[in-house]
């Protein structure tokens, strides 16, 4: 896979990026559909992107930080040289739900509400966001010596000439699918709102847990035996699954948690 596209003197343009940014654009146009059509305020979708990606950026970097810590304490200046590469995908979701809540809280927003319908856009983004790492050879799998495999030939991140384990093609498959699955769900089985967001975080943990043990790039962090996406993915699903539980078990209601309702907490 070749992740770089072409220059413009000094300028390299990537798939990676082009990707990233289809991601963002999908996402963005999806949740404006669809809050419209759920009688939302969706001239407040852009906003509430901006401020997504803005802490969702800033969660990926902390996490990234964190796994790299020693290097950075023997190497400040890393951190300047990795501004504009090295993230942990757990770290942007969790930024960029704070970012989310902190939006429907000061705008007074039905909170729950936005967050059912953006969290399936988020899914639709990393879906994209995966392909580019494909291209770009980031987040390889393992060795394998099955038929199922990819072999690089020119990345700078994956081992080239070993075949691995496509592990950016499950992941970003898997995205695609909890996407169509998420707007199923709150189109056609939600009880309650808040359901879909739990249901987000209990199956992209469950997900993520798995593929994670196919995963070949063992630098990006462990915590035991378990890799730091293993290790976040197993308080990510058990929040999930409180949120679905007290949600569902809730009789159906026309109020939403709104920013005036807001607890601490999100419950």
């Not at 413009?8 to 990676?16: D, R, V």
């Not at 796994?67 to 040289?81: E, G, H, K, Q, V």
């Not at 690089?152 to 992941?171: E, K, R, W």
Request: glycine letters at 10%; proline letters at 4%; charged letters at 20%.
């Amino acid at each position: 896979m070749y992740n770089d596209l072409f220059s413009i003197g000094p300028i390299t343009f990537h798939t990676y990026g082009l990707m990233t940014a289809i991601g963002i654009i999908a996402a963005y146009f999806t949740l404006e559909y669809r809050a419209k059509k759920k009688g939302l305020d969706f001239e407040k979708a852009f906003g509430l992107l901006i401020w997504c990606l803005i802490f969702g950026y800033l969660g990926s970097k902390c996490l990234y930080c964190l796994t790299i810590l020693p290097d950075l304490m023997a190497d400040p200046s890393l951190f300047l040289r990795s501004l504009t590469n090295g993230w942990v995908v757990y770290g942007g979701i969790l930024g960029g739900m704070l970012g989310g809540w902190l939006f429907c809280r000061r705008n007074r927003l039905p909170a729950w509400k936005f967050f059912d319908t953006a969290l399936a856009s988020m899914a639709l983004a990393q879906g994209f966001g995966r392909i580019g790492c494909f291209f770009a050879g980031c987040c390889y799998g393992a060795e394998t010596h099955s038929r199922f495999c990819i072999t690089f030939h020119n990345s700078d991140y994956a081992p080239n000439g070993v075949p691995l384990i496509p592990t950016q093609l499950l992941s970003s498959a898997f995205d695609f699918l909890l996407f169509f699955f998420l707007v199923w769900y709150d189109n056609r089985r939600k009880k309650n709102d808040g359901e879909p967001t739990g249901l987000y975080l209990i199956l992209y943990s469950l997900g993520r847990f798995i593929i994670e043990f196919w995963r070949g790039d063992l630098a990006r962090g462990e915590v035991g035996k378990l890799s730091t996406s293993q290790f976040i993915a197993v308080f990510t699903f058990v929040v999930g699954l409180i949120i679905f539980i007290r949600r569902r078990s809730m009789k159906p209601e026309t109020d939403d948690l709104s920013s005036e309702e807001v607890p601490d907490n999100l419950e």
